[in-house]
């Protein structure tokens, strides 16, 4: 049993996909760390000095100055998060194009009855049967 399941994570893709995980994650905490630490700061400071983190909309305000009794919708937060997203967006699709090439797509005779795509030697239409 043991040694079906190591033939397992060795033949399928499931090493690849944990190994992604990792790094997957590993990526996020550095892009996290790049926004709060390295974008937002400049951005705050040109803005007025604005923390982003700290921005909020406060429903109800903290009971005794107890901060977890505090209801409030923190925008900065999410701002952050979206930053955060865009450039883990950013930063996958440009590894991705870096490693990952598009299949050239093979050279087709277009049929000039049907407009259905052939080998570029074929002399008769595989879908009409119409000399190309």
Request: hydrophobic share 55%; with cysteine.
């Amino acid at each position: 049993m043991v040694g079906e399941f190591r033939s397992f994570l060795l033949k399928t893709n499931a090493l690849a996909l944990a190994i992604g995980v990792i790094i997957g994650t590993a990526l996020g905490t550095v892009v996290n760390s790049l926004v709060n630490d390295i974008i937002m700061p400049p951005i705050g400071l040109v803005l007025g000095g604005v923390d982003f983190s700290s921005l909020k909309i406060v429903l109800k305000a903290a009971v005794n100055g107890d901060p977890a009794t505090e209801v409030a919708i923190r925008w900065g937060m999410f701002l952050n998060a979206v930053i955060a997203f865009i450039v883990i967006a950013f930063v996958v699709w440009r590894i991705s194009k870096m490693f990952i090439q598009e299949e050239v797509a093979a050279e087709t005779k277009g049929c000039p009855y049907c407009f259905e795509p052939n080998a570029p030697a074929a002399t008769k239409c595989r879908a009409c049967g119409s000399a190309i």
